[in-house]
């Protein structure tokens, strides 16, 4: 077995007071081990909602369906007991906003530690000891264990925040935003850390719609765009050339590239797409594009999803 | 007139409370008398140098009385706010958390609790198991714990969604651990609040179980019961039903109010937080 986690046919769905929302629809992906993905897509494409939906986490007005297989396992009908295991200990999972993720009234090593000793994966004695190592292998100073999340800076929040799910070196890891509101320094830091975590043994799954980064960081990109993954693609092929259309207007768009918008807006999500949601949008769409469904073609190592392929 | 700000008033409501604890725990050696010994020939005797508050009834010291008087009443009220504000914060608690039947049904049990009339019940309950410190403790607990767990209930269903607790969510794999740790952390302020309150509640409780011969039991010296006692010679000596009557405003007021104060204090406190 090659994938780490294979989504199929993932469907993720809300109900509201104004009917059914669609957050993400007809997604299948495969993910390869030991290796950086970034799923890069805009604000409400439903790139965070797949996450949530990966560590079985969804809002209580929310319903999946589909299927998510991870080492082996169907997530979608494991128990709540058997998942509280998987969670942190097999998947783990960094929250965006460290500021506010991060218990205010905790100290700091107790937030870190707490995951591995409810996990038993350390004891209560070790966790001195473990705090230290966890916090000088994110370049953090080892006093910080006696603090207090508001002591802290934006990129510091984000760094503990970070060691406290990844603190078992979870095999999946995945970050949501781990680099937004932070400087330069701070992204870089961040980038080294889940370059390490990669290094030592885990997979990051970086939701991000930071382009530059996605660039720098990852070794295989999904583009989310309306709700559905169009593209799977290795970084260097992806940047070459863009397959589908919307992954070319997001490079473009991106300011060493010309900063050059895409017209329209995103869409909205209230009825079950039929066909590709970019479409209204699209400056390359066919005349077929306006009513039949749209596949996802295989082409070499890379997935679109587009009738032009 | 200046205006006394909230902190000063909550030292000062503390600083009262606890003189009137002091003064009970150190009854025996701040009373001049023995509270109950009686004096048949120094009946309805009114203040005098010798007697501060005069004698009651039964020529027993009303000043030693109302310096005993506390004990049982702060003692009982304090275990029947602990006992239910615990039955309170784990049930409120699980029915925050949860979403499904748990929530349906401890909210079913929570109503059932909060529409029985509370002082009807409590005499029935020590009708039944009979007047003694341990029937008035149930009784108040039974009838106190729903108001607690009401409250918490809507405190935890809003902590449960802050980013923290979800966040938390992903690591640990105890829900107990995740809700009575963490979630519980951010409802200190409010249980503070709510332990000073109830415990001004249920004094006043006891004091009138007392006063209508079902709780505390003569010759307890209880400022429910002194009154229950005097109200007979009110007439002739006002001051056996005034001094415990003044202690009991004294108390529950000071309770209740410092609650209060708490709670302008914690959403004082809120606001300059949320504006950070």
């Known amino acids: ?109 107790t937030l870190i530690a707490e995951g591995p000793i409810h996990h038993k994966y350390i004891t209560k004695n070790e966790k001195p000891t473990f705090v230290r190592k966890i916090l000088t292998s994110l370049r953090l100073p080892e006093k910080l264990d006696k603090q207090y999340s508001f002591e802290l800076s934006g990129g510091m929040a984000q760094r ?36 390490d975590l990669a290094a030592r043994g885990s997979t990051p799954l970086v939701i991000t719609h930071d382009v530059d980064l996605a660039e720098e ?24 050339q863009p397959l589908h259309p919307y992954s070319k207007g997001l490079i473009d768009a991106t300011p060493k590239r010309g900063l050059v918008p895409i017209p329209g807006e995103s869409p909205a999500f209230n009825t079950r797409p039929v066909r590709c949601t970019y479409y209204p949008r699209c400056p390359a ?6 009513n039949q469904a749209c596949p996802t073609v295989t082409l070499d190592n890379r997935r679109v999803k587009c009738l032009r392929y | 007139m200046k205006k006394i700000s909230t902190k000063a008033s909550i030292y000062f409501l503390i600083a009262v409370i606890a003189i009137i604890i002091v003064i009970n725990i150190f009854a025996p050696l701040i009373a001049p008398y023995d509270p109950t010994a009686t004096q048949m020939t120094l009946r309805n005797e009114l203040p005098s140098s010798v007697h501060w508050f005069g004698t009651d009834g039964l020529g027993r010291d009303v000043l030693s009385r109302v310096i005993y008087g506390g004990r049982g009443s702060l003692f009982i009220s304090f275990f029947a706010t602990c006992l239910s504000m615990l039955i309170g914060i784990f049930i409120g608690g699980l029915a925050g958390w949860y979403d499904n039947w748990v929530d349906h049904s401890l909210q079913v049990l929570m109503s059932l609790f909060q529409s029985l009339p509370g002082l009807s019940i409590s005499i029935a309950v020590v009708g039944v198991l009979g007047p003694s410190n341990y029937s008035i403790l149930i009784a108040l607990t039974l009838t106190g714990w729903s108001g607690v767990a009401r409250i918490v209930r809507s405190q935890v269903r809003e902590i449960k969604h802050k980013q923290y607790i979800e966040s938390a969510r992903t690591y640990l794999p105890s829900v107990f651990y995740l809700l009575f740790h963490h979630v519980l952390s951010a409802l200190w302020p409010t249980l503070a609040v709510l332990t000073a309150q109830r415990m001004g509640r249920m004094m006043l409780s006891i004091s009138a179980l007392s006063f209508i011969g079902v709780g505390l039991q003569p010759p307890t010296p209880d400022w429910g019961v002194m009154i229950q006692d005097a109200k007979t010679y009110v007439i002739q000596q006002p001051w056996a039903l005034i001094a415990p009557a003044v202690m009991i405003c004294i108390a529950a007021f000071c309770l209740t109010r410092l609650g209060e104060r708490l709670r302008d204090y914690r959403d004082a406190q809120m606001r300059t937080m949320e504006n950070m």
């Open chain 1, 285 to 290: 769409a066919l005349e077929i594009c306006r």
């Open chain 1, 160 to 195: 503990v925040l970070i060691a406290s799910g990844s603190g078992m070196v979870p095999p999946l890891l995945i970050l949501d935003e781990p680099t937004k509101g932070l400087d330069d320094n701070n992204v870089a830091a961040v980038k080294r850390i889940i370059e």
């Open chain 1, 1 to 109: 077995m090659s994938h780490l986690l294979s989504i199929k046919d993932l469907e993720v769905t809300f109900r509201t007071a104004e009917g059914t929302g669609y957050a993400v629809t007809d997604v299948s992906a495969d993910l390869k081990p030991h290796q950086i993905t970034t799923i890069l897509g805009e604000s409400g494409s439903g790139k965070s909602v797949l996450g949530s939906a990966i560590v079985q986490l969804l809002a209580p007005n929310a319903s999946a369906k589909g299927s998510i297989r991870f080492q082996d396992r169907e997530l979608t009908t494991l128990s709540a007991k058997e998942m509280d295991r998987i969670r942190g200990t097999e998947i783990g999972w960094v929250a965006q906003n460290p500021q506010s993720a991060l218990n205010s009234v905790f100290q700091i090593g």
């Open chain 1, 217 to 240: 960081l990852a070794d295989e990109i999904w583009i989310f765009y309306g709700s559905q993954l169009v593209e799977q693609a290795p970084k260097e092929a992806f940047f070459k």
